[in-house]
T-cell receptor, first 112, second 113 residues
Framework: SQTIHQWPATLVQPVGSPLSLECTVEGTSNPNLYWYRQAAGRGLQLLFYSVGIGQISSEVPQNLSASRPQDRQFILSSKKLLLSDSGFYLC???????????FGPGTRLLVL | AQKITQTQPGMFVQEKEAVTLDCTYDTSDPSYGLFWYKQPSSGEMIFLIYQGSYDQQNATEGRYSLNFQKARKSANLVISASQLGDSAMYFCAIDFGNEKLTFGTGTRLTIIP
């Protein structure tokens, strides 16, 4: 069966520091991968999605970036964090772009 | 514009009763997919049920069913015989044919013993 992992689970970072969140999927090949952010008490906002290695589509212009160095690895990065980057970051995968997305456990990021 | 509305920010339901969570949407596209997710306090988004816009029958998955009314652009989630473990945030999400999921703002469901 397929599983999706995210780490770290929680992170507290100062403003201006860099960020790297990692997401990996097991049990499937060539998944579509997604990064979402959820502000406190709000719905999910799609940040990036990827249909293959090195292929990244950005949904919202911001100081975040994403990379897919391997088939089942998706990384969310920032060179300098802002206070507004605080939130709950969720990674998801699907077998195809129109199919059900399955989510990882998420990373809670607090920027101080 | 494609939009999802969940009008109930919070609901309180007695254990063992049925509960209906509302979801309405606006789109001019004839083809789309409807999803419901559950988010417990741990934060993980758990897929519950899917309905395609051309599906003739309403989807069911165990205690979950989707009351799909295409003409009304409504896709309500029905949970039968609610349990304490059903307490969570519930999100309606739609793939409007652009291969991305758009999420509603969610409904916080609390089951009262």
């Amino acid at each position: 069966s397929q599983t999706i992992h995210q780490w770290p689970a929680t992170l507290v970072q100062p403003v201006g520091s860099p960020l790297s969140l990692e997401c990996t999927v097991e049990g499937t090949s060539n998944p579509n991968l997604y990064w979402y952010r959820q502000a406190a008490g709000r719905g999910l906002q799609l940040l990036f999605y990827s249909v293959g290695i090195g292929q990244i589509s950005s949904e919202v212009p911001q100081n975040l970036s994403a990379s897919r160095p391997q088939d089942r690895q998706f990384i969310l990065s920032s060179k300098k964090l802002l206070l507004s980057d605080s939130g709950f970051y969720l990674c998801a995968w699907s077998g195809d772009l129109a199919e059900t997305q399955y989510f990882g456990p998420g990373t809670r990021l607090l920027v101080l | 514009a494609q939009k999802i509305t969940q009008t109930q920010p919070g609901m309180f339901v007695q254990e063992k009763e049925a509960v209906t969570l509302d979801c309405t949407y606006d789109t001019s596209d004839p083809s789309y997919g409807l999803f419901w997710y559950k988010q417990p306090s741990s934060g993980e988004m758990i897929f519950l049920i899917y309905q395609g816009s051309y599906d003739q029958q309403n989807a069911t998955e165990g205690r979950y069913s989707l009351n799909f009314q295409k003409a009304r652009k409504s896709a309500n989630l029905v949970i039968s015989a609610s349990q304490l473990g059903d307490s969570a945030m519930y999100f309606c999400a739609i793939d409007f044919g652009n291969e991305k999921l758009t999420f509603g703002t969610g409904t916080r469901l609390t089951i009262i013993p």
